[in-house]
């Protein structure tokens, strides 16, 4: 069955970096955008990034441009999140979306 689950969240400090992995199984993921999501407590879920399905067109929301990164490696059936110069405002729950399919989400924590 079609499966997309998300690794790589955790606690930083502010101005710190992590990359996040949505890995995707049962269908063909090279077909397909992925898209990553965040949602915050209280408030409602927000796109954040996309990438197309050969990697070559990325697009961002823009209160994360320019921070962070969305790549794909096709061989692996797996996106990358880079987050870098990370604020207490990207606190959120981070979920990958694909196929109309979405992950259980990671948790992303950013305080002092």
């Known amino acids: 069955q079609v499966q997309l689950v998300e690794s790589g969240g955790g606690l930083v400090q502010p101005g710190g970096s992590l990359r996040l992995s949505c890995a995707a199984s049962?269908?063909?993921?090279?077909?397909?955008?992925i898209r990553w999501y965040r949602q915050a407590p209280g408030k409602e879920r927000e796109w954040v990034a996309l990438?197309?399905?050969?990697?070559?067109?990325?697009n961002y929301a823009d209160s994360v441009k320019g921070r962070f990164t969305v790549s794909r490696d096709n061989e692996k059936n797996t996106v990358y999140l880079q987050m870098n110069s990370l604020k207490p405002e990207d606190t959120a729950v981070y979920y990958c979306?694909?196929?109309?399919?979405w992950g259980q989400g990671t948790q992303v924590t950013v305080s002092s």
């Open positions: 979306e694909g196929h109309d399919y």
């Open positions: 049962g269908f063909m993921f090279s077909n397909y955008d």
């Open positions: 990438i197309g399905s050969s990697g070559r067109y990325t």
